[in-house]
């Protein structure tokens, strides 16, 4: 049995607002073999695959079978999860720990362009009896909760537009990212009403795009790169799916999801001993319940941090220097993809403009979205 697994290798399309140009199959193709390139193999020595997808958001049932050809996996072991590309890595990592496969390739993808009515797609997940016979915009859950948040901890509307405006200036360095803006908090407060105290530019707009990473045990990773990006803690929650019964002012699943993840890797202070967080902002309020979640700082005190540039790209914890989902684009499933890829390239030293200097530990942190309360974390290294 293996005792630790790498990333291998990552490959991306990049991600945009729409892409009537290409089809999903043809995105997941292109990820792909820019992945298996950086891997320096073939799809046929690849022991298994995984793709993370959601028959709903994909428009048909059983979504993964339109998967297996592009990514070189027929006649494979292949399988679906679910859920967001870090809980399908989770699995990943654990079919490789069990010592019966020696490399795995995970494939995430959003075409998020080819589905016209997303809010009432979304509106499926909730209650059928309680929730959504009263036919709310997903945004006006995400409203009551940005309200309760702010309220508990004291954080002003203007403080979450500076999560706004910090994320879509850092987008403008990263070439992957839809939504790169020079914006400013007054910018957003004078955004069009979604569901007060939410705006428009509050909100992570969708994109299309697709990521696949190879992942291979101690041995073969070493084989195959001087720069294996090692797992080293993983952690994911689902707290109550109810509206009704959870904790509007807190993330707990990422608080729990989190305490998973630092046991696994060993950390006891989160804020001095990660280098750098890529953390859900599909809302702006978001980051900042993520961040005291993930105990980077003391309840109410996140606002504060990016405020006094804390989580800028130079400072003490930069945070969501990619732009997060605010600059990069929401990606659904594919969300934890993009966040992974962005660890794996700042900790090789090859993101470019938005380079931070001498990082060792990264953590990545998704959460599935309203009205959801599930999450993943992980956390790599280079070391």
Same mark, same amino acid.
């Given at each position: 049995?293996?005792?630790?697994?790498?990333?291998?290798?990552?490959?991306?399309?990049? &991600?945009?607002?729409?892409?009537? /140009? =290409?089809?999903?199959?043809?995105?997941?193709?292109?990820?792909?073999?820019?992945?298996?390139?950086?891997?320096?193999? *073939?799809?046929?020595?690849?022991d298994g695959f995984i793709t993370a997808a *959601?028959d709903f958001m994909e428009g048909y049932s @059983?979504?993964?079978?339109? #998967?297996?050809?592009?990514?070189?996996? =027929?006649?494979?072991?292949?399988?679906?999860?679910?859920?967001? &590309? @870090?809980?399908?890595?989770?699995?990943?990592?654990?079919?490789?720990?069990?010592?019966?496969?020696?490399?795995?390739?995970?494939?995430?993808?959003?075409?998020?362009?080819?589905?016209?009515?997303?809010?009432?797609?979304? %509106?499926?997940? &909730? /209650?059928? =009896?309680?929730?959504?016979?009263?036919?709310?915009?997903?945004?006006? @859950?995400?409203?009551?909760?940005?309200?309760?948040?702010?309220?508990?901890? #004291?954080?002003?509307?203007?403080?979450?537009?500076?999560?706004?405006?910090?994320?879509?200036?850092?987008?403008?360095?990263?070439?992957?990212?839809?939504?790169? +803006?020079?914006?400013?908090?007054?910018? =957003?407060?004078?955004?069009?009403?979604?569901?007060?105290?939410?705006?428009?530019? /509050?909100?992570?707009?969708?994109?299309?795009?697709?990521?696949?990473?190879?992942?291979?045990?101690?041995?073969?990773?070493?084989?195959?790169?001087?720069?294996?990006?090692?797992?080293?803690?993983?952690?994911? #929650?689902?707290?109550?799916?109810?509206?009704?019964?959870?904790?509007?002012?807190?993330?707990?699943?990422?608080?729990?999801?989190?305490?998973?993840?630092?046991?696994? +890797?060993?950390?006891?202070?989160?804020?001095?001993?990660?280098?750098?967080? *890529?953390?859900?902002?599909?809302?702006?309020?978001?980051?900042?319940?993520?961040?005291?979640?993930?105990?980077? #700082?003391?309840?109410?005190?996140?606002?504060?941090?990016?405020?006094?540039?804390?989580?800028?790209?130079?400072?003490?914890?930069?945070?969501?220097?990619?732009?997060?989902?605010?600059?990069?684009?929401?990606?659904?499933?594919?969300?934890?993809?993009?966040?992974?890829?962005?660890?794996?390239?700042?900790?090789?030293?090859?993101?470019?403009?938005?380079?931070?200097?001498?990082?060792?530990?990264?953590?990545?942190?998704?959460?599935? %979205?309203?009205?959801?309360?599930?999450g993943a974390v992980a956390i790599l290294s280079?070391?």
């Amino acid at each position: 049995m293996t005792n630790r697994v790498a990333i291998v290798g990552i490959g991306t399309t990049g &991600f945009k607002p729409v892409t009537p /140009d =290409v089809s999903y199959r043809e995105m997941i193709f292109e990820a792909a073999r820019k992945a298996y390139t950086d891997a320096g193999v *073939e799809p046929d020595e690849i022991d298994g695959f995984i793709t993370a997808a *959601e028959d709903f958001m994909e428009g048909y049932s @059983i979504a993964d079978e339109y #998967c297996p050809d592009q990514i070189g996996a =027929v006649l494979k072991p292949t399988q679906t999860i679910p859920g967001d &590309f @870090i809980q399908a890595m989770a699995t990943g990592y654990m079919m490789i720990m069990s010592g019966a496969f020696k490399m795995i390739a995970i494939e995430a993808h959003s075409k998020a362009s080819n589905v016209k009515n997303v809010d009432e797609l979304v %509106g499926f997940a &909730f /209650d059928p =009896v309680l929730n959504r016979p009263l036919r709310e915009s997903p945004h006006a @859950i995400a409203g009551l909760e940005m309200t309760r948040y702010m309220f508990e901890t #004291c954080t002003t509307a203007e403080q979450c537009a500076n999560v706004v405006a910090l994320n879509m200036g850092n987008a403008l360095r990263n070439p992957y990212a839809a939504f790169g +803006a020079d914006i400013e908090p007054w910018d =957003v407060l004078g955004s069009e009403p979604v569901s007060l105290p939410l705006h428009r530019l /509050d909100i992570a707009q969708h994109a299309d795009g697709a990521v696949v990473a190879v992942l291979a045990d101690s041995e073969t990773a070493s084989s195959l790169t001087d720069k294996p990006i090692w797992i080293e803690g993983l952690g994911w #929650c689902t707290d109550t799916p109810t509206l009704e019964m959870r904790d509007w002012g807190e993330a707990a699943y990422a608080r729990i999801a989190a305490e998973m993840a630092y046991r696994m +890797a060993g950390i006891s202070n989160p804020a001095a001993e990660v280098d750098f967080a *890529e953390i859900s902002d599909e809302y702006s309020y978001k980051q900042l319940q993520h961040m005291d979640a993930l105990k980077f #700082c003391m309840p109410g005190e996140a606002a504060f941090m990016v405020e006094t540039g804390v989580t800028d790209i130079d400072g003490e914890l930069p945070i969501n220097v990619s732009g997060g989902a605010l600059g990069v684009g929401h990606l659904f499933e594919a969300s934890g993809a993009h966040k992974i890829l962005e660890l794996v390239e700042q900790l090789r030293g090859e993101a470019g403009a938005r380079q931070i200097p001498d990082v060792n530990v990264g953590l990545a942190q998704v959460w599935r %979205g309203v009205p959801t309360a599930t999450g993943a974390v992980a956390i790599l290294s280079n070391t």
